[in-house]
């Protein structure tokens, strides 16, 4: 059963009595004002005698199903940070991991906390390009792949020694064994106790003009982590926990592994890629309780057909979605064919979420609405000279850092852009605030294309792109999609000598799947002979997402 309205403390309330150092108290047991990611995730539930709890429920390609307790994380997540102190590493290195998800993950995650490390993230459908950018502006000391992803990092310009789930091959003797690190005599003395300031994550968001920029996280964000999943997903201490987002990215990093294990609580990871049968298979097989994903998994579920009357199986109290907004049929088809509520929340890379709808909190919800700013944030509506607009009126939405004491975001990493103005950070997306104080999601000011609730930034993908002969310019946008949302559209200018064709097409798309990532090509493209500009040369992006509007419309 979901709570209702009338049994929730409403938002009001809980604001009169919140203080974020309150939730910083209980997420650490130390109390000397500096923090542990390790210890606030697992050691302190070892110590607090909650060791036997699971911490995560792994399901694998195979579809067997493995388990590992707070204290068998604690235990191996030990072994391998005594194998890479052994190795020289420590705190502020950067270790990166591209893994399945997987206990190995987990472990890795972990194990570089434990160090005082800062974990880095590698997508499993990066390409080259992009793996080799990200190692090479991070300074990267060590990679966690398998063999499945090994080859990703051949021909790299700078590439760390490799740790290998599976071990050295005859194509890459020199890579360390992961069963090897495994044995390794566990790490000696307590874990470093770092400034909140100190990252734990290092992070990289789309970027619509040059490369993606860094985000360090650091350690404070926990506490905004910890607010999210206790106020806006209702994490509770028995349920069981699937977010279905890919660790590789923030929301699944931030809220399918550090989130959940701060509370305590089990998560859960299919390693299969998504399908809607198996996705209701897995559901049903693990009694999840508590749900997340992005809208456009909710979409491909509600087309299968086959959650009609799902809510008749399953155990659902709680759904949660995030990375662009819900329309209002598919939250109907939620609540009627899943059985519980789902509520919509917004966030970014850099700063994890803020607007929700809070499924533990009573207040005004609408279905579309990003919900009220969290616990922890005020956040404004600024017009062009960055002056606070009424509700109504759309502009780009801003945390006001002074009046945030859960903002964590502290700037780019290699202060690519500086995005705060007059005490401000600027998200960059335009909202509308309702009469009843909760916002409205009106649009983007800049031009990040959100696929299937992945931000790709279009330089990325034009880059990658124009790495093929036949291309003179290019330009990419979102296009409306009904399941993913948007796709990616490219508008390629040709060389002289090349002619359009479907092959052709089919070649440069093939490329930037390689090269990029399976994610982030286009799934259309339009020769064209030239591309709107401004008098400065700088192409018109504008024009070409509309252009790409209207031809969406007219295919339906």
């Known amino acids: 059963m979901t709570a209702t309205s009338a049994s929730l403390p409403t938002y009001t309330t809980f604001l009169e009595s919140f203080t974020v150092d309150t939730m910083i108290a209980r997420l650490d047991d130390h109390q000397d004002g500096c923090l542990n990611a390790f210890e606030a995730c697992c050691g302190r539930h070892v110590r607090q005698g909650r060791g036997d709890v699971l911490a995560l429920v792994h399901e694998d390609i195979n579809g067997e199903t493995h388990t590992m307790t707070y204290a068998e994380l604690d235990e191996q997540s030990g072994k391998l940070a005594g194998w890479f102190k052994a190795q020289g590493l420590g705190e502020g290195d950067r270790i990166a991991c591209m893994l399945p998800r997987s206990r190995a993950l987990l472990v890795a995650v972990l194990a570089t906390w434990r160090i005082g490390a800062v974990y880095q993230p590698l997508f499993t459908a990066f390409g080259p390009d992009a793996v080799d950018y990200r190692l090479g502006r991070a300074d990267t000391k060590l990679v966690i792949t398998d063999h499945i992803n090994r080859y990703k990092f051949d021909g790299l310009s700078q590439c760390p020694p490799v740790l290998a789930v599976g071990g050295a091959t005859s194509e890459h003797p020199d890579d360390h064994d992961w069963q090897t690190a495994l044995t390794h005599t566990s790490m000696s003395g307590k874990p470093p106790r770092l400034a909140p300031e100190e990252p734990f994550l290092q992070m990289f968001t789309s970027g619509t003009v040059g490369k993606s920029k860094g985000v360090a996280v650091p350690l404070s964000g926990m506490t905004a982590f910890a607010l999210y999943m206790e106020l806006a997903v209702d994490l509770r201490n028995d349920d069981r926990f699937w977010n279905m987002a890919d660790p590789g990215w923030a929301y699944g990093l931030y809220y399918a592994i550090a989130g959940p294990l701060l509370l305590g609580v089990t998560t859960h990871f299919c390693e299969a890629g998504f399908s809607a049968e198996g996705a209701l298979a897995f559901m049903k097989r693990h009694h999840i309780t508590n749900f997340a994903a992005a809208p456009t998994a909710y979409r491909l579920m509600k087309a299968s057909g086959l959650f009609d009357d799902a809510h008749q199986t399953l155990e659902l109290r709680a759904a949660s979605s995030a990375g662009e907004p819900l329309n209002t ?188 990532s399976t994610h982030a090509f286009p799934r259309v493209i339009e020769f064209v002979d030239e591309l709107p500009k401004t008098p400065s040369g700088k192409i018109q992006r504008f024009k070409l997402r509309a252009q790409a509007t209207e031809q969406a419309r007219n295919d339906k």
Not at 340 to 351: A, L, S
Not at 379 to 408: C, M, Q, R, T
Request: hydrophobic residues 35%.
């Open 329 to 516: 049929e598919v939250v109907t088809w939620v609540e009627k064919s899943l059985g519980c509520p789902v509520m919509d929340h917004y966030g970014q890379t850099e700063t994890g979420m803020t607007c929700n709808n809070h499924h533990s909190l009573d207040h005004p919800k609408h279905a579309g609405a990003m919900g009220v700013p969290m616990p922890g944030y005020r956040l404004a509506i600024l017009d062009a000279e960055y002056n606070e607009l009424p509700p109504g009126e759309p502009g780009v939405l801003a945390v006001d850092i002074k009046n945030s004491p859960a903002h964590f975001f502290q700037g780019y990493t290699w202060q690519e852009k500086d995005p705060f103005v007059n005490g401000y950070y600027l998200t960059g997306d335009v909202v509308i605030r309702n009469e009843d104080g909760s916002f409205q999601f009106a649009g983007r000011d800049d031009d990040i294309i959100t696929t299937a609730g992945y931000r790709v930034g279009p330089t990325d993908v034009e880059n990658s792109v124009m790495a093929h002969p036949a291309v003179a310019e290019s330009a990419a946008v979102g296009q409306p999609d009904d399941i993913r949302g948007e796709i990616i559209k490219s508008y390629i200018v040709l060389r002289e000598g090349y002619e359009a064709s479907d092959a052709l097409a089919d070649e440069i798309r093939q490329q930037v799947r390689e090269r990029l």
